[in-house]
């Protein structure tokens, strides 16, 4: 049976202690896509939360899908596909610089929150996630990085060929979708990082 003080050490449970050289160079990082961008205080359930454990009996139920996880985790590698396909025209310097320029964002907010990943507290619950590893899985939880760029660019092109939006948009389901089939990100996380895209777009608008 689990004690009242060890749920509430639970919620004292972080990713890691602080940003890498790496990461914190991408949070120092200037950008010139995104001006004065404001992004309100996001909110996830506490770790101890009822939310929470649900989330993770939901991950546990899913069958992890290894090449699914994969065949998304280059955001703008599938983008690049995806315009292949559809006989458009693709500038990858420009999608890359709308990744490079966002994870500015994206990791500033995952280390202000610093949520463990799925795997660190379904192991405080006995729960076998069984998740994929993948290098890309190497930060805090909260918002997930792939669902912000997945959409960003969806968006972004949505718009720029109107009449390809399903398309575009179906991908920026999969690859923010991925990382939960993945186990990597809770669905609290994806909702985040959709809206967290939501904000980029907006900006750029």
């Not at 899908?65 to 990858?92: P, R, T």
């Not at 907010?109 to 660190?120: A, E, S």
């Amino acid at each position: 049976m689990i004690k009242l003080k060890d749920l509430l050490e639970l919620n004292d449970m972080t990713y890691n202690d602080g940003p890498t050289e790496k990461h914190q160079s991408r949070i120092d990082r200037i950008v010139t896509l995104f001006k004065d961008l404001e992004i309100p205080t996001m909110v996830y359930p506490e770790n101890s939360s009822k939310e929470t454990l649900e989330e993770l009996k939901y991950l546990a139920s899913l069958e992890a899908n290894k090449d699914f996880a994969k065949e998304n985790d280059n955001v703008d590698g599938s983008f690049k596909d995806l315009h292949k396909d559809l006989g458009l025209q693709f500038d990858i310097s420009e999608a890359k610089l709308h990744l490079r320029e966002s994870s500015k964002f994206i990791v500033e907010l995952k280390y202000k929150y610093n949520r463990p990943r799925p795997y660190q507290l379904a192991e405080f619950y006995g729960i076998d996630l069984n998740g994929v590893d993948l290098d890309s899985m190497k930060t805090p939880s909260f918002p997930s990085g792939h669902a912000t760029q997945g959409y960003l660019l969806g968006m972004l092109y949505s718009e720029r060929y109107p009449k390809h939006k399903k398309e575009f948009m179906e991908l920026a389901e999969d690859i923010a979708h991925s990382r939960v089939i993945a186990k990597a990100h809770y669905m609290s996380d994806k909702k985040a990082g959709i809206d967290l895209a939501k904000k980029l777009f907006e900006n750029l608008k």
